[in-house]
């Protein structure tokens, strides 16, 4: 019998997805640690995720949207992306900063956790392209995405911001950007307007959107939903 790498990835998963009262230590905390393992080592910077014909993408209202604030949040007066971190120069980036950066395209089928998947096509600026603009450190093996969303992780915690930590060799991949556009079209405030992160190498749940910083760091810290048992590196 033969397993995809989705169908492998998947096992790997199930362990942590059933208990996530103390989702970092024990036995879940070394399944956790062997999922890593197996995923880097699938993992190949240079591969691509298969581009998607147009016939398919997902039509306008049927790519489900997800939040975690009350509502979809809007950017605040004098929105700018901050870059800083372990860099050489730190930057903030306006949205018409951002658009006049080298650009890419491209289509590819979306995975979320839940077991749905669709199809869209993103533009934007390539995490890659930021990293060179900074001059981000050798030793800043992880980045994180901060979002300017705040949600409640549970009914007796206080709001806190979204965000996720990538390993740097996921965030700089060639399909992974920080997208201002979708299907050729401006992305809307519920879509994670001005700017929001996606690749095709995670599950959706690592892609934050309303996203305002990226910070570049020698350590691996969560996420908003990686802190509540789900998997970190979350590959497909």
């Not at 298969?50 to 509502?71: C, H, N, Q």
């Not at 995490?127 to 450190?137: F, T, V, W």
Request: proline share 7%.
């Amino acid at each position: 019998m033969t397993f995809s790498r989705r169908k492998l990835l998947g096992f790997a998963l199930l362990p942590l997805a059933c208990d996530s009262a103390k989702p970092h230590q024990g036995f879940l905390g070394l399944t956790e640690r062997l999922n890593d393992r197996v995923q880097r080592g699938l993992f190949r910077r240079g591969k691509l995720a298969r581009e998607e014909p147009a016939s398919v993408i997902t039509r306008e209202g049927e790519f489900p949207l997800y939040k975690v604030a009350d509502d979809y949040p809007a950017a605040p007066a004098g929105w700018r992306l901050r870059v800083h971190g372990l860099v050489a120069t730190p930057l903030e980036l306006s949205l018409a900063d951002l658009r006049r950066l080298p650009s890419t395209e491209f289509r590819v089928r979306h995975h979320c956790v839940e077991g749905w998947s669709a199809v869209a096509s993103w533009q934007g600026v390539r995490i890659s392209e930021l990293a060179r603009l900074c001059s981000a450190d050798p030793r800043a093996r992880f980045i994180e995405f901060r979002s300017f969303e705040r949600g409640q992780p549970s009914e007796d915690a206080p709001p806190v911001p979204y965000y996720s930590s990538w390993d740097r060799d996921s965030a700089e991949h060639p399909q992974t950007v920080l997208a201002y556009g979708r299907n050729g079209s401006p992305m809307s405030r519920e879509e994670g307007a001005p700017l929001r992160l996606y690749s095709a190498v995670k599950l959706g749940y690592k892609m934050v959107k309303w996203v305002d910083e990226v910070v570049f760091q020698p350590i691996r810290t969560g996420g908003y939903w990686e802190d509540l048992g789900y998997e970190w590196f979350a590959g497909v």
